[in-house]
């Protein structure tokens, strides 16, 4: 078969390892591998002996690493795994992101209690207490109502977090969300709203229930969490003092409190640091608690971090501190790991910087299966839900993920760019609602798709996508990890680490 000719630009920016900001820029598809019927045929014979050689993973788990792709539904992967592929040069399809390999494998149900397509607070909730709540509430159970206080009393979920701090392990939360926003929230707070993440944005009435920020300073369990980062810095700080980074802003606090301080001075060895620098020079032998905010909101997309004005370090670097720190622990601990992102650039229709924030996580999880002992740590990677991402049209075999549509001919070859019901291009990826919507049909130049800033095409209108309602993947490593099999509730995660606590269990 005459191979396709191939040519990848690759825009280099500093980031993650030898890639960054690279832009697959050319409408050209990818060449297949070589003899790949060959290499296919031993490489599943390959994994049926491991399979059928698998061991159980050591005894007992000390450590539970919890990683959270928020919105990476298995369209998101599929692509994603295309994508991480042709960054690299190959077709994409025959591709393993790192989670992916030799990886333990179940299907998670994911909607809330009173939601069929759910969000992220309430599926959050389900994966760190065991039950399933209402859309919108943070790690509080399904009796209470949204943002009503009156209905709180006594429906506070312990969460896992909580349970593996009074376990005497070490514990952590990271995303490149704000750190108050609804995944990391449910690991440490509880509230009735996902929108209270600081006074200032909680309605008067609601005096009775602590912000999501401060609840993360005054944390009460075990001698604390030991590390925090992400984003969301103006709801740790007063709106009399000014931003480190943004100077032109403030916090924007009204209770005068400036949280950044409080977790200083609370905690011994405590640091608190907001940007590449700061984090850089932490020592993690002399730090105990480590406080990060590297964003007043959310983090920078991985696509754009490069661009950040005091930097930012990324998901992966991050992660590898909070190991430094964590595993000082003898008694091990408990790490959440969000990467937080992957939704908003879904929300927002474009895939690229979905894809790019998604490849991140797959980077962050290839750097801690290198890291840790596998007899010793249970891995779970997952997502709260997925979006209404699609991938479809019948793209000849290597073509562009990001690109317009090349079917083949009719002799099986790659053959010219498709063309829709009005004699336009369109694009392999695309969404069911959003900001993409053409109200005029028109044409896609196959440049024009393969644009950072590209917005995929949505059928209906919409000023944001929205999640979507199917499963969701669990992928897992380490002991336990052989307990994720068939379709389970999204709750059941929690049953799974909370069973690793249980001393003198071993699975
Ligand atoms: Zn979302």
Redesign the pocket.
């Known amino acids: 078969m005459k191979h396709m000719k191939v040519i990848l630009t690759a825009l280099a920016f500093a980031g993650l390892g030898a890639w960054g900001q690279e832009k697959l820029s050319e409408t050209k598809q990818f060449p297949a591998p070589v003899n790949e019927a060959q290499d296919r045929f031993e490489n599943d014979v390959e994994t049926l002996d491991k399979a059928e050689n698998q061991k159980a993973f050591g005894t007992r788990p000390k450590n539970v690493i919890l990683f959270v792709g928020?919105?990476m539904g298995i369209s998101t992967v599929t692509a994603a795994r295309i994508f991480e592929g042709q960054l690299r040069g190959e077709s994409g399809e025959e591709n393993q992101l790192s989670f992916e390999k030799d990886a333990y494998v179940a299907l998670s149900k994911v909607y809330n209690t009173n939601q069929q397509t759910p969000?992220?607070a309430g599926t959050m909730t389900a994966m760190m207490t065991g039950a399933k709540t209402k859309a919108g509430v943070i790690s509080m159970n399904q009796n209470v109502l949204l943002g009503d206080v009156s209905t709180i009393q006594g429906n506070n979920l312990i969460t896992f977090l909580e349970m593996a701090e009074i376990a005497g392990k070490s514990t952590g939360v990271i995303s490149t969300a704000r750190i108050t926003h609804a995944t990391p929230a449910c690991c440490y707070a509880h509230t009735p709203h996902r929108d209270w993440e600081a006074d200032s944005t909680k309605p008067a009435e609601a005096s009775a229930v602590a912000d999501i920020a401060s609840q993360l300073i005054d944390f009460p369990y075990g001698n604390g969490i030991e590390v925090a980062m992400g984003g969301g810095r103006r709801y740790f700080l007063p709106k009399e003092k000014k931003d480190p980074e943004n100077v032109n802003q403030t916090g924007s606090r009204n209770d005068k409190r400036d949280l950044t301080q409080d977790w200083v001075n609370k905690y011994p060895n405590a640091a608190f640091v907001y940007d590449e620098a700061g984090f850089a020079a932490i020592d993690p032998s002399k730090t105990d608690h480590l406080l990060g905010l590297f964003e007043r909101s959310h983090m920078q997309y991985e696509a754009d971090r490069a661009n950040d004005t005091a930097g930012e370090p990324s998901l992966s670097e991050m992660t590898q501190k909070a190991l430094d720190i964590l595993e000082r622990n003898e008694k091990g601990y408990f790490l959440m790991v969000e990467a937080g992102r992957i939704?908003?650039a879904?929300?927002e229709g474009n895939a690229y910087r979905a894809l790019m924030d998604t490849v991140a996580l797959d980077r962050a999880v290839e750097a801690v299966k290198e890291r840790v002992d596998l007899n010793e740590t249970l891995i779970i990677i997952t997502a709260d839900?997925s979006?209404v991402f699609t991938m479809g049209g019948y793209a000849t075999r290597g073509n562009n993920i990001l690109g317009v549509v090349v079917e083949n001919d009719d002799r099986g070859l790659p053959g010219n760019p498709s063309k829709d019901a009005n004699g336009h291009h369109y694009t392999t990826l695309g969404y069911h609602n959003g900001p993409g919507y053409r109200a005029e049909a028109s044409d896609i130049e196959p440049e024009e798709a393969l644009d950072p800033d590209f917005h995929q095409v949505a059928a209906v209108p919409l000023g944001s996508e929205t999640?979507s309602g199917e499963d969701v993947a669990i992928f897992a490593f380490g002991p336990g990890a052989q307990l994720f099999r068939g379709v389970v509730e999204q709750s059941y995660i929690f049953h799974v680490m909370s069973r690793a606590l249980q001393s003198g269990i071993s699975f």
């Open positions: 928020d919105g969000d992220s939704d908003h879904h929300h839900h979006h999640h």
